[in-house]
């Protein structure tokens, strides 16, 4: 069976949004861990725009806000030595960049929330469980999805092109057949430096290798391309092996079924699927208001493995996970799950 999965690197343009709005919630984390935080951003050319609520016990000035959007691109790469070497037509640079700040702040005073969760929602998580010998450890993701990450971040710490890649592995019966990358590069050396590390993963021996199909790719960043939050849901989670909900992560503090109830499915197809020894698929639906959550865990072949409704409690899965700590910005470089986030609860 043909399967294929993408990744993309924090200097695409929808990750660096993604990336502000968790910078700054955890600038509100540091002083606040009770912060109830929803902000958007869209970030195109040297413009970003943010745009949401906060309910805090701090409150940023609107010129605090757009200096740490200021940090937040020139701590993914995006510098003026990193401009200088690209030219500031090809690329942004942090320290440039206008940010317009709508986010209304709520009273400390108004009460923290429902005592169930904030609003309806579904959520879906997978855990790939795999007997037979594989050529990496994928952490419980499949093959395609973690080879696509590894190889994302292979080329984004290598140093050997820009910051804005994309990766795309697909595979036949577990062995890999094609891989994609789309890397910034300056001159046809660039280019076949990136094909022979490609080619040095022992998983990508004898494949079809595809470097920059167009042939060039020199502009990029916000730039060439509009990043907004939450477009990129399928590298963040399972890369097509597994549904999807209907909310981003991204934009969200820990108290919101978004984020928690995506992390507690997680967390409930690893334990069904280790102990079962397949793979797992868990769906969970909220309602506004109610801790009462619905949930069925099925394996591949959609036999139930269980259902019924179970008791959550949303301030307790903001604990379990760490969620009142600031470490937003830290799990959105790399994705949910998977390796290069092994030191989050919701990866056992």
């Excluded at 990193?82 to 317009?100: F, H, K, P, R």
């Excluded at 419980?140 to 999805?145: A, F, Q, T, Y």
């Excluded at 969970?284 to 591949?300: L, Q």
């Excluded at 959105?332 to 390796?339: K, P």
């Amino acid at each position: 069976m043909i399967k294929f999965s993408e990744y993309v690197s924090p200097g695409h343009p929808d990750k660096v949004a993604d990336y502000i709005s968790q910078y700054l919630l955890d600038r509100y984390i540091e002083r606040d861990p009770l912060t109830k935080y929803a902000v958007e951003v869209q970030i195109k050319g040297y413009h970003v725009t943010l745009g949401g609520e906060v309910s805090s016990r701090h409150r940023f000035s609107a010129q605090e806000i757009a200096q740490f959007v200021r940090e937040a691109v020139s701590e993914i790469g995006y510098t003026r030595d990193y401009q200088q070497i690209w030219g500031a037509e090809n690329t942004i640079c942090g320290d440039m960049l206008n940010v317009s700040v709508y986010i209304s702040h709520q009273s400390p005073d108004i009460a923290q929330g429902l005592d169930g969760w904030g609003d309806q929602g579904i959520f879906f998580g997978y855990y790939a469980y795999k007997k037979q010998v594989l050529p990496i450890n994928t952490f419980g993701l499949s093959l395609e999805h973690a080879l696509a990450k590894r190889l994302c971040h292979g080329l984004f710490v290598s140093g050997l092109g820009g910051l804005d890649i994309k990766t795309q592995v697909v595979t036949e019966d577990d062995k890999v057949v094609k891989v994609i990358a789309a890397i910034p590069l300056l001159d046809d050396e660039g280019l076949v430096k990136v094909e022979n590390l490609i080619r040095s993963y022992r998983s990508f021996s004898g494949c079809e290798v595809i470097v920059n199909g167009t042939g060039r790719y020199v502009q990029h960043s916000s730039v060439a391309d509009c990043g907004t939050t939450g477009r990129k849901l399928a590298v963040d989670f399972y890369g097509g092996a597994c549904r999807i909900g209907g909310g981003s992560p991204w934009t969200k503090d820990g108290s919101k079924a978004d984020l928690a109830l995506n992390l507690y499915a997680r967390e409930l197809a690893t334990q069904y699927a280790r102990h079962y020894e397949c793979d797992v698929f868990t769906s969970i639906a909220c309602c506004i208001g109610k801790r009462e959550v619905e949930i069925s865990v099925c394996d591949a072949a959609d036999n139930i493995l269980w259902e019924g409704m179970e008791k959550t409690n949303p301030a307790e899965l903001r604990r379990h996970y760490n969620l009142d700590k600031p470490i937003y910005a830290s799990m959105c470089r790399w994705g949910l799950f998977g390796e290069f986030q092994q030191d989050k609860p919701w990866e056992l």
